[in-house]
């Protein structure tokens, strides 16, 4: 049997699929890794080495206040369906356990950014990533848990799944607020969350530095 029930009830289901709705609104950085494949392949890249503006921090800063734009305006949606789906919710969580989802929201938000402008800086190699993209698109939209909770797979693809950073973009902040992850488990989960955000901070870092490097520019 390739799925389980994983405890999930009816009411779960319905609030976990309205719980990815806001990981992945936080965490998809939709245009990000093609538009930097896009300026290296067309020099476009060229403003962030002659002038003094870091292109990770512009891009951070830009992604940023997109997503601030993007809440405030959805606020209003967001409620109303929120609101007219409260019957399905089982209550707040607790203090400490909504820390620890803010947290794992903040942190999808980073690894989301992180992790596809590294995959833009394929770009100094090769000039086309679409087609890679298009890759980790079709495997973070399975994987996420964006179409299904990940821990209703079992077994040894379960084990595969959750060893992918691809679930902190969606699946663990829900899971964190539906209770499905506690204690020992939420600690170790968060932990993880941070080193993937860091390791792809590191890689896209050093993909930018070792790309510019065999990066020519021609033109006024």
């Not at 009411?11 to 950085?29: E, G, K, N, P, Q």
């Not at 090769?126 to 939209?141: A, I, K, P, R």
């Not at 996420?144 to 691809?166: K, T």
Request: hydrophobic fraction near 55%.
């Amino acid at each position: 049997m390739l799925f389980r029930s994983a405890g999930y009830r009816y009411h779960d289901f319905v609030v976990y699929y309205l719980l990815t709705m806001i990981s992945r609104a936080l965490s998809s950085m939709p245009g990000l890794a093609s538009g930097i494949a896009r300026d290296i392949r067309d020099g476009t890249i060229k403003k962030y080495l002659i002038q003094p503006i870091d292109m990770l921090e512009f891009l951070l800063a830009y992604r940023l206040a997109h997503k601030l734009v993007y809440y405030v305006v959805a606020l209003g949606p967001f409620a109303l369906v929120f609101y007219f789906c409260r019957g399905f919710f089982s209550g707040w969580p607790e203090p400490q356990v909504m820390a620890a989802y803010l947290g794992s929201l903040a942190m999808a938000f980073l690894l989301g950014f992180f992790l596809e402008a590294t995959i833009g800086m394929i770009g100094f190699w090769f000039l086309e990533v679409s087609s890679l993209l298009f890759v980790y698109m079709l495997f973070s939209f399975f994987f996420s848990g964006h179409m299904f909770p990940v821990d209703m797979l079992p077994g040894i693809w379960g084990d595969l799944v959750r060893m992918l950073p691809l679930q902190y973009l969606a699946y663990f902040p829900s899971a964190v607020f539906l209770g499905k992850v506690t204690g020992a488990e939420l600690a170790r989960g968060l932990w993880v969350q941070l080193g993937w955000v860091v390791f792809f901070f590191v890689a896209s870092r050093l993909a930018f530095r070792f790309g510019v490097r065999r990066y020519s520019g021609f033109g006024g």
